[in-house]
């Protein structure tokens, strides 16, 4: 078994940790946050995320986990350094900022004197693999012994843990002109995964940190093609459920990832589609992704479509309007509310006089703090309460299995907006309530 550190223990990080914890390995957590490191070493997660705590308090009892502030005692426990901390969107920039990898590589190679690798694993610009790689042999009193290795994540919030205990592939990015011990070392932490054929790709540098990119742009494009054939079966009254199933029994094509509706948020699709739009063109490459614009132009209209269908509903005015908004996160199974795109209808809705009272199931002290305007409830049934409208703005499963003989008695105005698709709009009618969703009639 390895020592392993994990250095960052956000979503990305602290699930990585406790995972490879789960897997045998000796792991020492390390974050800047003194507050997110005290909490995670008394067990408790900082986040939801579904078997997250379990895991994590498991592997604490048994020994295999345990966490810290400093990088000196970071570069005294392991051989492997996993670098998880976060690369979010520069503030007036597309491009990402790239201050908190760099950190890591200053802070923790000074420390280094032996023979260690660096797995970067957040998503960053093509590049900055190789540029870290100078930044840290020129620091550490290792030299040429210290390695920076890339070893893409692609967790998805909500199936955290499994899709790290049993991920679809591994991509591993090694320096061409330094391989070093990176792949060898790789192999001995992930073996459960390799004993279980899980596909292992052994590659370079640049298109190891392609590849994320390139999944997440892609999974983008799709979600945004369905949103734009919704906006199609909105002018030409069709409905893009339908439409959505009939193409995705074409297995090239594929049903998932066509769910038209709110569009994508969080914290990965957004930023990263428009950092690699900016990195294109620091690299002369920008017409190779110029469809990613529009990719988010189409996303981000879904947004401002939803405020106007709500609008519609009200004869053209909200002023007044009591609406129960479902749904806080940006996506179910998950308290992130980073680029939520619930969120952002809520606020814009009040914004034009509307009274909004929010509900998640998971996320409300996130969106509370992101929006302290709006007004919160504790349930389904109090945020509905008194409401001429109920919102569903996050498909949750409990919102999803919802039934109007819930609401009824409840609401003042029998009127739901589905911004997921996610309700049976016949279920409804039939109960006597004015259905709406969108890219359907
Ligand atoms: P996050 O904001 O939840 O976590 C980042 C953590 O890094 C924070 O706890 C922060 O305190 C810590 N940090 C900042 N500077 C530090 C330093 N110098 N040393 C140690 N810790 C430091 O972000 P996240 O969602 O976990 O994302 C991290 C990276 O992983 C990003 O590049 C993201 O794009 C990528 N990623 C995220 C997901 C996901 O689902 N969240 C999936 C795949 C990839």
Same mark, same amino acid.
């Given at each position: ?5 994990? @250095?960052g223990?956000?979503y990305l990080?602290a699930?990585?940790a406790a ?6 390995? +000796?792991? @020492? ?5 003194a507050g997110k ?7 408790q &997660? ?8 379990? &895991?994590?308090r498991?592997?604490i009892e *048994?020994?295999r %986990?345990?966490?810290?502030t400093?990088?000196?005692?970071a570069?005294?426990w392991?051989t492997?350094?996993f670098?998880?901390?976060g690369?979010?969107q ?7 900022? @790239?201050?908190? &990898?760099?950190s ?6 000074p420390h280094?004197?032996?023979? *260690?690798?660096?797995y970067?694993?957040?998503t960053v610009?093509v ?5 870290l790689g100078?930044r840290?042999?020129a620091?550490s009193?290792?030299? +040429?012994?210290l ?17 790290t205990l ?5 991509v591993i990015?090694?320096d061409?002109v ?5 792949e ?13 054929e899980?596909p !292992?790709?052994?590659t370079? #540098?640049?298109t190891?940190? %392609?590849v =994320?990119?390139?999944?997440n742009s892609?999974?983008?494009?799709k979600?945004s093609?369905?949103?734009a054939?919704a906006?199609l079966?909105?002018a030409?009254?069709?409905d893009?459920t339908v @439409? ?7 297995a090239?094509i594929?049903?998932r990832f ?5 569009g994508?948020g969080?914290?990965c699709?957004? =930023?990263?589609?428009? *950092? !690699?739009?900016a990195?294109a ?9 110029t469809?990613?614009r529009?990719v988010?132009?189409v ?8 405020? +106007? $269908?709500?609008?519609?509903v009200?004869?053209?005015s909200?002023i007044?309007?009591?609406?129960a &908004?479902l749904?806080a996160? !940006? =996506?179910?199974d998950?308290?992130?509310v980073r680029?939520s795109?619930a969120?952002?209808?809520a606020?814009q809705l ?16 996130n969106?509370?703090a $992101?929006?302290p305007?709006?007004d ?8 509905? =309460?008194?409401?001429?409208?109920v919102?569903? $703005?996050?498909e949750w499963?409990?919102?999803?299995? #919802?039934?109007p ?5 409840l609401?003042?105005g029998n ?14 009618s039939?109960a006597g309530w ?6 359907r009639h």
């Open positions: 078994m390895t020592k392993v550190t994990v @250095l223990t956000g990080g699930t990585h995972c490879m914890a789960e897997l045998g390995h +000796e792991v @020492l957590g390390v974050d800047v946050d490191i005290a909490k995670l070493q008394d067990g &997660v900082p986040f939801f995320e579904p078997e997250l705590e379990e &895991v994590l498991r592997n *048994a020994g %986990l345990r966490f810290s400093s990088y000196r005692e570069a005294a392991g492997a350094h670098l998880c901390v690369t979010p520069k503030r007036g920039e597309y491009a990402a900022d @790239l201050r908190y &990898v760099e890591v590589i200053d802070e923790l190679a280094i004197t032996g023979p *260690a690798v660096i970067g694993k957040s610009p590049g900055t693999a190789a540029r100078d840290a042999r620091l009193p290792a030299g +040429e012994q390695e920076v290795a890339w070893n893409p994540e692609f967790l998805r919030e909500g199936f955290a843990i499994g899709d049993r991920p679809d592939r591994l990015g090694i061409p330094r391989p070093g011990r990176a060898q070392l790789a192999r001995e932490i992930y073996a459960t995964a390799l004993a279980a899980t !292992f790709l052994v370079d #540098l640049a190891a940190e %392609l =994320k990119v390139a999944a892609f999974l983008a494009t979600i093609f369905i949103n054939m906006e079966c909105e030409a009254d069709a893009v @439409l959505a199933d009939a193409i995705g029994y074409d090239r594929g049903r066509l769910n038209a509706g709110l994508f969080g914290g699709l957004p =930023k990263d589609i428009r *950092a !690699f739009m990195r063109g620091e690299l002369h490459a920008h017409q190779a992704l469809f990613l529009e988010d132009n996303n981000m209209r879904r947004r401002t479509r939803m405020v +106007e $269908l709500t609008r519609e009200f004869d053209g909200l007044g309007a009591r609406l &908004v749904g996160a !940006f =996506k179910p998950s308290d992130d680029d795109p969120l952002n209808v606020g009040q914004l034009q006089g509307a009274s909004v009272t929010v509900y998640d199931p998971h996320a409300m002290d969106a509370r $992101l929006f305007t709006l919160y409830a504790t349930s389904v049934a109090e945020a509905c =309460k008194g409401a001429d409208a919102l569903v $703005l996050t499963q409990q919102f999803r299995e #919802l039934d003989a819930d609401l009824t008695g609401v003042r009127r739901v907006l589905d911004g997921r698709n996610c309700l049976d709009p016949q279920l409804w039939a004015t259905y709406r969703g969108l890219g």
